[in-house]
């Protein structure tokens, strides 16, 4: 299993950050560099039914089902190759913290970035375990290059040891999944499987297969601009008025202020001038029917404020981005149960959590492919104190391959 901490070291050097900006697909050209690296080494390990979608970034790939299992159904795993744009990914250098004395970790000493354990207690935890680090001035591309590498290794090690029972298994790997975009040109059909896992989520046990239902607004302010001096009765400061429309959402549904299974509004961004203003949402919530009233709250409070300061004055365009899985996977929740079994057969405590976030999977699963999220063993995605842990990859590949095992079991 130690070949998957070797896939991901590799793979983490190949920039592959997406672009919100962007409105190709995939958004980022080089998003192709790990996808023909990819390629080329599921040929060279022997897998089947390679596909390479080279108009949108999407990989596919078979491991045949071994002798007796034809019948069991068709599981896939699949992973996303882009890197969030939050922090750069360029020039990423890994580096391995070989048995972790479980106390602060300097990454860079000429600039003197430290992983502290006051910052992030959990760190703690790790103690003599190998953590892969960067130097302080990248993300490192856990996410989800070590769900990359994962899939990659089982697919390896399936390959090679014929005597390990399991259907026929699809494998995808996927890009801007860090823009909302992962599932736009996947094709399900082609895919051919099932069910799914996504390999997506954060230490070792966690799996997921409910996350939030939510929804992006934009809401656009007209002013009117008169010279300050002579303001008096005339002028209308957008800039102002946004911020009167952000005092009007409940305070205590800001992200800052939640957890768990409580859902918010979130002001992503704000800018313009005292003629017209922009104000960016995320709106969430894990409860359908919380989400729409949010939704209707948000409506409520343009129609009230387009009252006081007439017709047209605030412009609402709301869209919906995803819908929580837990409605589909309900209907399948052997997929979950045999993921749980697995890990308890393995050693690993199962950790049931909700995404507070989306995934690829949540799209997926409306798209007929149910598919919830398994353990990377990576942490603090999205900046430069993310970190994998070594040991937690080589199990999470095992616990791929006994899931896959559990399927072949039933029908061998």
């Known amino acids: 299993m130690e070949r998957v901490i070797e896939k991901f070291l590799e793979y983490v050097k190949i920039g592959t950050q997406s672009s919100e900006e962007s409105t190709s697909t995939p958004s980022t050209s080089k998003q192709h560099d790990l996808a023909k690296v990819l390629e080329r080494q599921l040929k060279e390990m022997g897998a089947q039914d390679i596909v390479y979608d080279k108009e949108h ?4 790939a078979s491991i045949p089902a071994t002798a ?11 992973a996303h190759m882009d890197t969030s744009p939050a922090v750069t990914g360029t020039e990423v250098k890994p580096r391995i913290v070989e048995t972790y004395d479980g106390k602060d970790i300097l990454l860079n000493q000429e600039k003197n970035i430290v992983m502290k354990v006051a910052d992030f207690p959990e760190l703690a935890s790790y103690q ?3 953590l892969i680090v960067t130097d302080g001035t990248t993300l490192l591309g856990a996410d989800d290059k070590a769900g990359v590498a994962e899939i990659m ?5 399936l390959l090679q040891h014929e005597e390990i029972k399991h259907g026929r298994l699809r494998i995808a790997f996927t890009p801007d999944e860090e823009v909302g975009a992962g599932a736009d040109y996947f094709d399900v059909e082609r895919f051919g499987a099932e069910y799914a896992y996504t390999v997506d989520g954060g230490r070792l046990g966690e799996l ?4 939030f239902n939510a929804a992006g607004a934009k809401v656009t302010i007209h002013g009117r601009s008169v010279h300050p001096g002579e303001a008096k009765d005339k002028m209308r400061n957008a800039i102002l008025m946004a911020q009167e429309f952000q005092t009007m959402l409940p305070v205590s549904e800001n992200p800052m202020y939640t957890s768990g299974y409580e859902g918010f509004y979130h002001l992503d961004q704000l800018h313009g001038t005292v003629e017209e ?5 995320i709106i969430r919530d894990h409860d359908r029917e919380k989400f729409e009233k949010k939704k209707e709250n948000f409506t409520r409070i343009g129609e009230f404020l387009n009252q006081k300061y007439g017709a047209g004055t605030f412009a609402i365009e709301m869209r919906d981005s995803y819908y929580n899985m837990k409605e589909i996977i309900e209907q399948h929740l052997h997929l979950v149960d ?22 690829d999977g949540a799209r997926l699963s409306f798209m007929g492919l149910p598919c919830p999220n398994l353990c990377t063993g990576g942490q603090n995605f999205h900046g430069r104190f993310e ?14 391959i006994r899931i896959a095992e559990k399927y072949g079991e039933k029908h061998d």
């Open 57 to 60: 970034c999407y990989l596919y």
């Open 68 to 78: 007796g299992c034809e019948q069991a159904p068709v599981i896939g795993f699949i």
């Open 128 to 130: 003599g375990k190998s």
């Open 153 to 157: 290794a089982m697919a390896e090690y």
């Open 208 to 211: 997921e297969y409910e996350n």
């Open 277 to 281: 203003a922009v104000a960016e949402y």
């Open 338 to 359: 045999h993921a749980k079994e697995a890990m308890e057969e393995l050693g690993i405590s199962p950790v049931v959590v909700p995404i507070r976030g989306g995934t």
């Open 387 to 400: 970190y994998a842990c070594a040991d937690e990859m080589e199990m999470i590949v095992k616990l791929l």
